[in-house]
């Protein structure tokens, strides 16, 4: 006779993990975010649907404006600039994050990818401002530089 089938949650797992991962918490649905982005080879092959649906489940439970950015910006990855433009337009919390550079950052890349040139050119430059360091600055300025030139 062989050996008998595990018993539920043998193989190392908890007893009752798998009611536990039906409900997963914002650290668990953090750690997938960060596993999605570490378990791509290339930029390219980042799996951005399934970022996109793990920011909305975490923005459920814990709603702020910081993650609705933070899922706009995995949308427009997965599904194209429109959509993060028209979710970054569409925030209740704008004028709330207007001081956060990352907003108008994510919402120039959406108009550089729309080629709306001056309209990108004018978001970098907010972002510019609101840099926290030179690298950053440097990076907006080269993207702001780069849509002047685009405009002409």
């Known amino acids: 006779m062989g050996p008998s089938p595990d018993p539920p949650g043998a193989g190392g ?6 009611s536990l ?4 918490g914002p650290y668990r649905l953090q750690a997938e975010i960060a596993a999605c982005h570490a378990g791509a080879r290339r930029w390219e092959d980042t799996d ?5 649906t793990t920011y909305a489940a975490l923005l459920a ?4 404006p910081v993650l609705a950015l933070n899922h706009a910006i995995a949308a427009g990855m997965a599904r194209g600039p429109k959509v993060a433009l028209a979710l970054i337009d569409g925030m209740a919390s704008l004028d709330e994050l207007d001081g956060y550079g ?7 890349d959406a108009l ?15 972002a510019m401002r609101l840099a926290g360091n030179a690298r950053e600055r440097d990076f907006l300025r080269e ?7 685009r405009a002409e």
């Open 102 to 108: 990352p907003l108008h950052a994510a919402r120039g």
């Open 13 to 18: 797992a908890r007893p009752g993990a798998l």
């Open 21 to 24: 991962s039906a409900h997963p």
């Open 143 to 149: 993207r702001r530089d780069r849509c002047r030139e």
């Open 61 to 64: 439970l814990n709603p702020s």
């Open 48 to 52: 951005w649907a399934e970022i996109e």
């Open 112 to 126: 550089f990818r729309l080629q709306r040139w001056d309209e990108a050119g004018r978001a970098y430059e907010a």
